[in-house]
Protein backbone atom coordinates (compact mmCIF):
# COMPACT_ATOMS: atom_id res chain seq x y z
CA UNK A 1 0.00 0.00 0.00
CA UNK A 2 0.80 3.61 -0.63
CA UNK A 3 0.40 6.28 1.70
CA UNK A 4 0.08 10.32 -0.06
CA UNK A 5 -0.15 13.12 2.04
CA UNK A 6 -0.49 16.91 0.66
CA UNK A 7 0.74 19.86 2.72
CA UNK A 8 1.65 23.72 1.90
CA UNK A 9 -1.86 24.91 0.59
CA UNK A 10 -3.42 28.11 1.97
CA UNK A 11 -4.96 31.39 1.14
CA UNK A 12 -3.27 33.31 -1.39
CA UNK A 13 -3.30 36.79 -3.07
CA UNK A 14 -4.39 37.18 -7.33
CA UNK A 15 -0.89 36.72 -8.71
CA UNK A 16 1.05 35.02 -6.24
CA UNK A 17 2.32 31.72 -5.59
CA UNK A 18 2.39 28.84 -3.21
CA UNK A 19 4.18 25.37 -3.67
CA UNK A 20 2.22 22.61 -2.59
CA UNK A 21 3.92 18.96 -1.42
CA UNK A 22 2.83 15.66 -1.53
CA UNK A 23 4.94 13.00 0.78
CA UNK A 24 4.69 9.69 -0.51
CA UNK A 25 5.57 6.44 1.63
CA UNK A 26 5.10 2.29 2.03
CA UNK A 27 5.27 0.68 -0.93
CA UNK A 28 6.51 3.16 -3.12
CA UNK A 29 8.34 0.50 -5.82
CA UNK A 30 4.89 -0.35 -7.12
CA UNK A 31 4.00 3.56 -8.11
CA UNK A 32 5.22 5.11 -11.21
CA UNK A 33 3.80 8.21 -12.39
CA UNK A 34 2.74 10.61 -10.26
CA UNK A 35 -0.12 13.33 -10.94
CA UNK A 36 -2.28 16.81 -9.27
CA UNK A 37 -5.60 17.01 -9.76
CA UNK A 38 -8.00 19.77 -8.09
CA UNK A 39 -12.10 20.04 -7.56
CA UNK A 40 -13.34 23.16 -7.24
CA UNK A 41 -16.83 23.40 -5.82
CA UNK A 42 -19.74 22.07 -7.51
CA UNK A 43 -16.84 21.01 -10.00
CA UNK A 44 -15.61 18.06 -11.23
CA UNK A 45 -12.09 16.98 -10.43
CA UNK A 46 -9.56 18.25 -13.21
CA UNK A 47 -6.39 17.21 -14.18
CA UNK A 48 -3.76 20.11 -13.55
CA UNK A 49 -0.50 17.93 -13.89
CA UNK A 50 1.46 14.72 -14.18
CA UNK A 51 5.35 13.53 -13.94
CA UNK A 52 6.63 10.44 -14.96
CA UNK A 53 8.70 8.19 -12.26
CA UNK A 54 12.00 9.61 -13.55
CA UNK A 55 10.95 12.94 -13.56
CA UNK A 56 11.56 13.55 -17.03
CA UNK A 57 8.19 13.33 -18.72
CA UNK A 58 5.69 15.81 -17.60
CA UNK A 59 2.33 17.17 -19.28
CA UNK A 60 -0.11 19.24 -18.02
CA UNK A 61 -3.57 20.81 -17.98
CA UNK A 62 -4.54 23.36 -20.31
CA UNK A 63 -5.45 26.23 -17.73
CA UNK A 64 -2.20 25.72 -16.02
CA UNK A 65 0.06 25.11 -18.72
CA UNK A 66 2.82 27.91 -18.16
CA UNK A 67 1.96 28.75 -14.80
CA UNK A 68 2.67 25.39 -13.11
CA UNK A 69 5.55 23.53 -12.77
CA UNK A 70 5.39 19.90 -11.38
CA UNK A 71 8.60 18.26 -9.99
CA UNK A 72 9.52 15.16 -7.72
CA UNK A 73 12.48 14.56 -5.73
CA UNK A 74 12.58 10.59 -5.35
CA UNK A 75 15.03 10.70 -2.92
CA UNK A 76 13.19 12.63 -0.47
CA UNK A 77 9.66 10.91 -1.47
CA UNK A 78 8.28 14.14 -2.40
CA UNK A 79 6.24 15.39 -5.19
CA UNK A 80 6.25 18.93 -6.02
CA UNK A 81 3.14 21.28 -7.55
CA UNK A 82 4.84 24.77 -7.73
CA UNK A 83 2.13 27.46 -8.66
CA UNK A 84 2.73 30.88 -10.11
CA UNK A 85 0.57 33.68 -11.44
CA UNK A 86 -2.30 32.27 -9.06
CA UNK A 87 -5.91 33.00 -10.34
CA UNK A 88 -9.05 32.91 -8.75
CA UNK A 89 -10.38 30.17 -10.76
CA UNK A 90 -7.43 28.30 -9.11
CA UNK A 91 -8.73 28.09 -6.06
CA UNK A 92 -9.96 24.49 -5.28
CA UNK A 93 -9.00 21.30 -3.09
CA UNK A 94 -5.68 19.84 -4.70
CA UNK A 95 -5.09 16.12 -4.79
CA UNK A 96 -2.29 14.49 -5.47
CA UNK A 97 -1.81 10.51 -6.79
CA UNK A 98 -0.44 7.81 -8.16
CA UNK A 99 -0.23 5.07 -11.00
CA UNK A 100 1.03 1.78 -11.53
CA UNK A 101 1.97 3.24 -15.33
CA UNK A 102 5.03 4.68 -16.48
CA UNK A 103 3.47 6.84 -18.23
CA UNK A 104 1.85 10.71 -16.53
CA UNK A 105 -1.54 10.58 -17.52
CA UNK A 106 -3.94 12.85 -17.41
CA UNK A 107 -6.92 10.30 -16.72
CA UNK A 108 -8.31 9.73 -13.75
CA UNK A 109 -8.89 6.29 -13.78
CA UNK A 110 -5.33 5.60 -14.09
CA UNK A 111 -4.29 6.41 -10.42
CA UNK A 112 -4.92 4.31 -7.38
CA UNK A 113 -3.80 5.95 -5.00
CA UNK A 114 -4.92 9.30 -3.66
CA UNK A 115 -4.26 11.76 -0.87
CA UNK A 116 -7.00 13.36 1.54
CA UNK A 117 -6.07 17.15 -0.75
CA UNK A 118 -4.84 20.49 0.44
CA UNK A 119 -7.23 23.22 -0.14
CA UNK A 120 -5.58 27.06 -2.14
CA UNK A 121 -8.13 29.72 -2.21
CA UNK A 122 -7.22 32.42 -4.93
CA UNK A 123 -8.45 35.72 -3.13
CA UNK A 124 -9.09 38.76 -5.41
Known amino acids: QVQLVESGGGLVQVGGSLRLSCAYSGRTSSMYAMGWFRQAPGKEREFVAAIARSGDITRYGDSVKGRFTISRDNGKNTMYLQMNSLKPEDTAVYYC?????????????????WGQGTQVTVSS
Open 97 to 113: AGSRYYSPSAREDEYVW
